[in-house]
């Protein structure tokens, strides 16, 4: 898969070890998107919000990928903002 090539063989079988071993199943709990550098050379996790707050499953997988790959993972939560709520300065 592409993450295991990003990540790493190592990283990728140890974080699926452990969100199994912590009970997760299927998706549950995942961010949304895994984004990753053209170059390979940064990866991180994002999650998108708009009106809905993070649920417990999503802190518990995030607190399981902190827990396993320390430093390297990378975990973004973006709000997001429709367009006609944003003040001008902040258009495109």
């Known amino acids: 898969s592409t993450m295991r090539k990003v ?25 949304d998107l895994f984004c990753w550098y053209p170059d390979g050379s940064k990866w991180f996790f994002a999650e998108a919000k708009h009106k ?7 802190l518990n997988w995030f607190g399981v ?13 973006y709000t997001l903002i429709p367009e006609d709520k944003l003040a001008d300065e902040h258009r495109p």
């Open 7 to 31: 990540i790493g063989a190592k990283h990728f079988s140890a974080l699926r070890t452990a969100l199994l071993e912590a009970g997760f199943q299927g998706v549950t709990g995942e961010p």
């Open 65 to 77: 990928c902190h827990k396993t790959l320390g430093d390297a993972a990378d975990i973004r939560v």
């Open 52 to 58: 809905d707050k993070l649920l417990d499953s999503q």
